[in-house]
């Protein structure tokens, strides 16, 4: 099975601090997501990378930076935390590389870290 | 445009009974992918079906079945023998086909949460 893991299910931060959030799969996919969900909204797809050091931007990517130094783990990084980020993040990893023109790339999903920014 | 429609914010049904939760989506492209996801109280997205939209065949997956109706534009998930573990947010999802000069991207409906009662 599919594995990917988040690094914390619930993380409570003070305004302006950084803020790190860990993905780790396990099963050797070349692409990984970071969504953000927030109720009425949707998920919504922050960034994505489609293979180690490189990174695309998503649908909302302001105030949000990402890294991936190992195909394996895929960290989010909020550099100064704000009220607004507030939310539940999910990570997800998906198999197939090329852009993921592939209609078949099945996404995988962690089980979320709910972030509390105070 | 919304380009992934879940009209029923909320649904319920007895246990044992099949229900059939809609989507509909837009889209010009003559290749897509539509999937099902389910996402518990505990936060992870759990992928539950796919379907492409040359397969022929609907797609079905233990107790998931896609009534799929390209025409109407449809791809409604029927679970057959709902169970009390049923019980969670619903989301489709879908993957256009046409690359647009990046990632094809899943775009995902506002969901629909499903209640099973015993």
């Known amino acids: 099975d599919v594995k990917v893991t988040q690094s914390s299910r619930y993380l409570v931060k003070r305004t302006g601090e950084k803020v790190f959030l860990e993905c780790v799969q396990d099963m050797d996919h070349e692409n990984m997501f970071w969504y953000r969900q927030d109720p009425g909204l949707g998920l919504r797809l922050i960034y994505f990378?489609?293979?180690?050091?490189?990174?695309e931007k998503g649908d909302i990517p302001e105030g949000y930076s990402v890294s991936r130094e190992k195909k394996e783990r895929f960290s989010l990084i909020l550099e100064s935390a704000s009220t607004n980020q507030t939310s539940m993040y999910l990570c997800?990893?998906?198999?197939?590389?090329?852009?993921?023109?592939?209609?078949?790339?099945?996404?995988?999903f962690g089980p979320g870290t709910r972030l509390t920014v105070l | 445009a919304q380009k992934i429609t879940q009209t029923q914010p909320g649904m319920f049904v007895q246990e044992k009974e099949a229900v059939t939760l809609d989507c509909t989506y837009d889209?010009?492209?003559?290749?897509?992918?539509l999937f099902w996801y389910k996402q518990p109280s505990s936060g992870e997205m759990i992928f539950l079906i796919y379907q492409g939209s040359y397969d022929e065949q609907n797609a079905t997956e233990g107790r998931y079945s896609l009534n799929f109706q390209k025409a109407r534009k449809s791809a409604n998930l029927v679970i057959s023998a709902s169970q009390l573990g049923d019980s969670a947010m619903y989301f489709c999802a879908m993957r256009e086909g046409v690359f647009s000069g990046g990632y094809n991207k899943l775009i995902f409906g506002a969901g629909t949460r499903l209640a099973v009662h015993p």
């Open positions: 997800a990893s998906s198999p197939h590389g090329g852009w993921g023109r592939m209609i078949t790339d099945t996404q995988y």
């Open positions: 990378s489609y293979d180690v050091k490189m990174k």
């Open positions: 889209t010009s492209d003559q290749s897509y992918g």
